[in-house]
């Protein structure tokens, strides 16, 4: 199985911070990478697939990089709604995983 | 609207049985893989199957092997996941997905509200 590994786990920031979270997968997954928020009670909401395609609707403050084992999402200025949870996801090869998760949290 | 909506979860006793369904509506449910994803309580997300759009590949992960069944009625656009011997760590929000693009591996860009799961005696 492909391991993701998300870091950091949780981060505190601000309003109009930028804020970076790195996934790493186990072994190579091309551009097989997505990037899901989820916020409390809610269903996770695609952000971005293809390691940096941003799906229609999704601000443009959000942007994704990376290839074969490393991947970043970046929040270029963190807005009030953005605070939530994050998981990278790999759709390289069965079982699909995702990562441990990123909380950013509110300084 | 392109929308999901999952039912059928409940508390059940360990060794159990529930059978889950998930309705969709405003695009053609034919057309895509499908998937059941869960979250146990304050934890990450884990896949556990998907299915073909005319339900003739299914893919499990390991740990609900020979326990879960998924399957899909295209006729009545609903997809289901039957779930035996029920144990303490499959007690999750269980949402359905849908697979971008019609593919089989790929992200899910659709998911329902979830239903809860409590495996318990």
């Known amino acids: 199985d492909i391991q993701m590994t998300q870091s950091p786990s949780s981060v505190s920031v601000s309003v109009g911070d930028r804020v970076t979270i790195t996934c790493r997968a186990s072994?190579?997954?091309?551009?097989?990478l997505a990037w899901y928020q989820q916020k409390p009670g809610k269903a996770p909401k695609l952000l971005i697939n293809g390691a940096s395609s941003l799906q229609r609707g999704v601000p443009s403050r959000f942007s994704g990089s990376g290839s074969g084992t490393d991947f970043t999402l970046t929040i270029s200025s963190l807005q009030p709604e953005d605070f939530a949870t994050y998981y990278c996801q790999q759709a390289n090869s069965f079982p699909l995983t995702f990562g441990g998760g990123t909380k950013v949290e509110i300084k | 609207e392109v929308q999901l909506v999952e039912s059928g979860g409940g508390l059940v006793q360990p060794g159990g049985s529930l059978r889950l369904s998930c309705a969709a509506s405003?695009?053609?449910?034919?057309?895509?893989?499908m998937n059941w994803v869960r979250q146990a309580p304050g934890k990450g997300l884990e896949w556990v199957a998907n299915?073909?759009?005319?339900?003739?590949?299914?893919y499990y992960v390991d740990s609900v092997k020979g326990r879960f069944t998924i399957s899909r009625d295209n006729a009545k656009n609903s997809l289901y996941l039957q779930m035996n011997s029920l144990r303490a760590e499959d007690t999750a929000v269980y949402y359905c997905?849908?697979?971008?693009?019609?593919?089989?591996?790929?992200?899910?860009?659709?998911w329902g509200q979830g239903t809860m799961v409590t495996v318990s005696s």
């Open positions: 997905a849908r697979t971008v693009r019609g593919v089989i591996l790929d992200a899910f860009d659709i």
């Open positions: 072994q190579g997954i091309g551009s097989w």
């Open positions: 405003g695009f053609i449910f034919s057309d895509y893989w």
């Open positions: 299915i073909k759009q005319d339900g003739s590949q299914k």
